[in-house]
């Protein structure tokens, strides 16, 4: 067998020539979330329950447009691809029914991916489950298997779904997350883990739920990754490795008291049911439910709501014809009731609760369980099945392995799990600007900090200042990656999802051309990524395909459930194939214009508590317009599109580009001379570093700057061959005029007085 083209040598990425290589990469792509026929996006409601008869084919776009589209994500400075699919999409006739017709697509679209020479990794994606229950993921059939009724959630919410949302222009910004602490979800995601354990009776195909569902997602992925092996041109080439399960979920593993919401659960927004309460309205029952609403300090009560399903029960009724996909449900296991109730948690003839801690402890050993209990054991045990049965196919696959995200991560740090293939997965966002679609420059809170108990009260969390706020996000990301290496080992981190939403301030760039929110926002994500000092990320998202319904546009976005987070759209004028012009850029700003509103700087933004940061994040204080210039920021590329260390010869000890500054500094620690073959090579955008007017010094060795072609993909791509030991690099560009989001000394006073007011509250 040929050697890796990509390997690890303990937390660092290797090519063939044993350079270092950094992975710069983008999700392909957000659309894979729904079929491609039919069309049917979130918000489309047409044949939305034929959920066995779909095709894939075609996400995330068609063979024949492959290449444009890889051409431009090369020429972007990408080198890596995670490859996003469903479960939906190999298995969603029916258990074991798969659609080699969509594996076929897939391979041919691995094949161009490969022209380009991208590294790609496997992402079987999913999101609150399943299209039926909210998100994406797992094929219509498996919520059937589990006793439950999708045409039913909506009555009594134990689901939010777009699709059959009353007005599905009007649903909730960020609200399909809730369903996580919703009915479906909390049930699904239980018995997937752990259904031997919590739910014994639930026996089909004379296995339990849990290693009937756990079978089938595992035996799926596997026959997508021995179809690959079989196609003979892609492993090693260009797929270097699988992902585990995107994002996965306790259910309500661990919850002290199902009556309560438990402390941990920081996302409220809307209905926030406890699991008492979704367990009931899941019956038919009507419960009074508190409202949420998201604020800088995370969620806060609005109100409440009451939720009557008018008797209309999200199980299974008795009825229905349990022979459709030909598996044989146990008579112990009861149509027509709650699962909960078949195991004693509650009563339905009295509706009172018996077993508030059900499920509180492991039945097994009589344990408390909390996140870290249930990652480490229930998750775990996933996980090494699914690495086991990928590595049947690929023995030297890398692992990427993504726990639950925001939780401490497995302790496998010198023992049998402690695999030198895997590379930590962590995903990051910042809460405060996805969840109210703003991006606030005066202030932010450090969340990771707070959970992980770093201050003493919230208060103390705040970061006021534009400085302040990118340090917070580096720190944070640090923190994250020095877990991994606490608990799982000696491994690479990538960020495998970090983004932001373009559709900031109700959408106010694509009214005015003012993009100073997306670029100070996206820099920011950016320059924590450089300074944490990971191994590499795949920015979500892009977003692109054939029909011009189904392209990321400014009125749907990227087509599920409200999310704006595409580095493209039609709508947006497309990225210049070299240097961007005074026009192109944010140059057109005035920048003796504040880069904050008048609302910013009234009193009582200055007051920096709870409940005023909680009032700036509902108003219009937290928006970076500019009064009308034009920032176009070409949808902010002149962020995303950055210079990047491709492979480095010897070891990377620090990088990153100030876009304010335009330059970009380089250190490195080389073993030995570089040979002539294998010198360190820099992707260098002409996007920022035009022929003429860039400027490099290096602390020694000579250096060329070259455009290379790939399949018709055009780089800019700096080569240095240096001498052994610490070498460094500065590179300057263009520098042109700041947009108000990226901050002036106007600002100063302001910020000062913010300072000020938070000392004040703490």
């Given at each position: 067998?040929?050697?890796?083209?990509?390997?690890?040598?303990?937390?660092?990425?290797?090519?063939?020539?044993?350079?270092?290589?950094?992975?710069?990469?983008?999700?392909?792509?957000?659309?894979?979330?729904?079929?491609?026929?039919?069309?049917?996006?979130?918000?489309?409601?047409?044949?939305?329950?034929?959920?066995?008869?779909?095709?894939?084919?075609?996400?995330?776009?068609?063979?024949?447009?492959?290449?444009?589209?890889?051409?431009?994500?090369?020429?972007?400075?990408?080198?890596?691809?995670?490859?996003?699919?469903?479960?939906?999409?190999?298995?969603?006739?029916?258990?074991?029914?798969?659609?080699?017709?969509?594996?076929?697509?897939?391979?041919?679209?691995?094949?161009?991916?490969?022209?380009?020479?991208?590294?790609?990794?496997?992402?079987?994606?999913?999101?609150?489950?399943?299209?039926?229950?909210?998100?994406?993921?797992?094929?219509?059939?498996?919520?059937?298997?589990?006793?439950?009724?999708?045409?039913?959630?909506?009555?009594?919410?134990?689901?939010?779904?777009?699709?059959?949302?009353?007005?599905?222009?009007?649903?909730?910004?960020?609200?399909?997350?809730?369903?996580?602490?919703?009915?479906?979800?909390?049930?699904?995601?239980?018995?997937?883990?752990?259904?031997?354990?919590?739910?014994?009776?639930?026996?089909?195909?004379?296995?339990?739920?849990?290693?009937?569902?756990?079978?089938?997602?595992?035996?799926?992925?596997?026959?997508?990754?021995?179809r690959i092996k079989e196609a003979g041109d892609l492993w090693h080439d260009v797929v270097v490795g699988f992902e585990s399960m995107n994002e996965p979920n306790r259910g309500i593993i661990g919850y002290q008291d199902i009556t309560v919401v438990p402390s941990e659960q920081k996302l409220q927004k809307g209905t926030s049911p406890t699991a008492w309460q979704a367990i009931l309205t899941g019956s038919g029952r009507a419960c009074e439910i508190d409202t949420w609403d998201f604020g800088g300090m995370g969620p806060y009560k609005s109100g409440s709501f009451l939720v009557d399903p008018e008797g209309t029960v999200a199980w299974l009724d008795k009825s229905y014809d349990d022979t459709k996909y030909g598996w044989e449900r146990d008579p112990g296991w009861q149509l027509g009731e709650c699962l909960w109730a078949q195991h004693g948690v509650w009563d339905p003839k009295t509706d009172t609760v018996l077993k508030k801690e059900y499920f509180g402890k492991d039945p097994r050993n009589g344990v408390k369980i909390d996140y870290d209990y249930f990652t480490n054991h229930w998750y775990m045990d996933h996980y090494r099945n699914y690495s086991k049965a990928i590595k049947s196919v690929f023995p030297d696959t890398l692992m990427f392995c993504q726990p639950?995200?925001?939780?401490?991560?497995?302790?496998?740090?010198?023992?049998?799990?402690?695999?030198?293939?895997?590379?930590?997965?962590?995903?990051?966002?910042?809460?405060?600007?996805?969840?109210?679609?703003?991006?606030?420059?005066?202030?932010?809170?450090?969340?990771?900090?707070?959970?992980?108990?770093?201050?003493?009260?919230?208060?103390?969390?705040?970061?006021?200042?534009?400085?302040?706020?990118?340090?917070?996000?580096?720190?944070?990301?640090?923190?994250?990656?020095?877990?991994?290496?606490?608990?799982?080992?000696?491994?690479?981190?990538?960020?495998?999802?970090?983004?932001?939403?373009?559709?900031?301030?109700?959408?106010?760039?694509?009214?005015?051309?003012?993009?100073?929110?997306?670029?100070?926002?996206?820099?920011?994500?950016?320059?924590?990524?450089?300074?944490?000092?990971?191994?590499?990320?795949?920015?979500?998202?892009?977003?692109?395909?054939?029909?011009?319904?189904?392209?990321?546009?400014?009125?749907?976005?990227?087509?599920?459930?409200?999310?704006?987070?595409?580095?493209?759209?039609?709508?947006?004028?497309?990225?210049?194939?070299?240097?961007?012009?005074?026009?192109?850029?944010?140059?057109?700003?005035?920048?003796?214009?504040?880069?904050?509103?008048?609302?910013?700087?009234?009193?009582?933004?200055?007051?920096?508590?709870?409940?005023?940061?909680?009032?700036?994040?509902?108003?219009?204080?937290?928006?970076?317009?500019?009064?009308?210039?034009?920032?176009?920021?070409?949808?902010?590329?002149?962020?995303?599109?950055?210079?990047?260390?491709?492979?480095?010869?010897?070891?990377?000890?620090?990088?990153?580009?100030?876009?304010?500054?335009?330059?970009?500094?380089?250190?490195?620690?080389?073993?030995?001379?570089?040979?002539?073959?294998?010198?360190?090579?820099?992707?260098?955008?002409?996007?920022?570093?035009?022929?003429?007017?860039?400027?490099?010094?290096?602390?020694?060795?000579?250096?060329?700057?070259?455009?290379?072609?790939?399949?018709?993909?055009?780089?800019?791509?700096?080569?240095?061959?240096?001498?052994?030991?610490?070498?460094?690099?500065?590179?300057?560009?263009?520098?042109?005029?700041?947009?108000?989001?990226?901050?002036?000394?106007?600002?100063?006073?302001?910020?000062?007085?913010?300072?000020?007011?938070?000392?004040?509250?703490?």
């Open positions: 067998m040929a050697p890796l083209r990509l390997r690890i040598d303990g937390r660092t990425f290797r090519d063939g020539d044993n350079r270092e290589v950094t992975l710069h990469g983008i999700n392909c792509a957000a659309d894979a979330k729904f079929p491609a026929t039919p069309d049917l996006p979130s918000h489309v409601p047409d044949n939305f329950f034929d959920g066995d008869n779909v095709s894939f084919v075609n996400r995330p776009f068609p063979v024949e447009e492959a290449s444009t589209h890889f051409a431009r994500l090369r020429s972007w400075g990408y080198n890596t691809i995670r490859y996003v699919f469903m479960w939906e999409a190999i298995e969603h006739e029916g258990p074991g029914k798969y659609d080699e017709e969509w594996i076929q697509y897939t391979i041919a679209i691995l094949r161009k991916a490969k022209e380009f020479g991208f590294y790609v990794f496997m992402d079987p994606h999913q999101d609150v489950w399943s299209r039926f229950s909210g998100g994406s993921g797992a094929p219509m059939w498996t919520l059937y298997a589990c006793g439950l009724d999708p045409t039913k959630f909506d009555v009594g919410q134990a689901a939010l779904v777009q699709n059959v949302y009353p007005e599905p222009t009007d649903f909730p910004k960020m609200i399909w997350a809730t369903n996580y602490s919703r009915l479906v979800c909390q049930a699904v995601f239980t018995i997937f883990f752990a259904g031997k354990e919590f739910a014994p009776k639930a026996i089909i195909d004379g296995k339990n739920i849990q290693d009937y569902l756990q079978d089938h997602y595992i035996d799926a992925i596997v026959h997508l990754a021995q639950p995200v925001f939780e401490i991560p497995p302790v496998i740090k010198g023992t049998e799990d402690d695999d030198p293939n895997m590379i930590y997965c962590p995903h990051f966002y910042d809460g405060i600007t996805l969840m109210t679609k703003k991006w606030n420059r005066v202030w932010n809170v450090d969340v990771f900090g707070i959970l992980r108990g770093k201050y003493l009260t919230p208060a103390f969390a705040i970061k006021i200042g534009e400085t302040a706020i990118r340090n917070c996000f580096a720190n944070q990301l640090a923190a994250i990656r020095q877990e991994g290496l606490d608990y799982m080992g000696n491994h690479p981190c990538l960020f495998s999802e970090i983004g932001i939403p373009y559709d900031m301030d109700d959408k106010y760039a694509y009214k005015t051309g003012n993009y100073s929110s997306q670029i100070a926002a996206l820099d920011a994500n950016h320059f924590a990524l450089e300074e944490s000092k990971v191994n590499g990320f795949t920015l979500w998202t892009y977003v692109a395909t054939v029909r011009i319904r189904d392209n990321n546009n400014h009125y749907w976005g990227d087509q599920w459930n409200g999310e704006d987070l595409s580095i493209f759209s039609l709508d947006d004028k497309a990225v210049p194939p070299g240097p961007f012009t005074e026009e192109e850029s944010r140059a057109s700003l005035d920048t003796s214009s504040p880069s904050f509103s008048k609302a910013q700087s009234s009193s009582d933004a200055l007051g920096v508590t709870p409940g005023t940061l909680r009032r700036t994040l509902t108003a219009d204080q937290m928006s970076t317009k500019s009064g009308d210039k034009d920032v176009r920021g070409l949808r902010a590329a002149e962020a995303f599109i950055r210079p990047t260390p491709v492979a480095t010869h010897g070891d990377v000890k620090s990088f990153g580009f100030d876009l304010r500054n335009c330059t970009f500094k380089f250190t490195l620690t080389a073993p030995s001379s570089t040979a002539e073959s294998a010198p360190t090579v820099i992707f260098l955008p002409d996007f920022h570093f035009p022929t003429g007017q860039t400027t490099v010094e290096v602390s020694g060795g000579k250096w060329t700057i070259s455009s290379e072609e790939t399949s018709g993909a055009i780089q800019q791509m700096l080569q240095w061959w240096h001498a052994e030991g610490d070498q460094t690099m500065t590179v300057k560009g263009v520098v042109r005029k700041q947009g108000g989001a990226l901050g002036g000394e106007e600002d100063e006073g302001y910020l000062q007085q913010c300072q000020k007011a938070a000392c004040a509250v703490m």
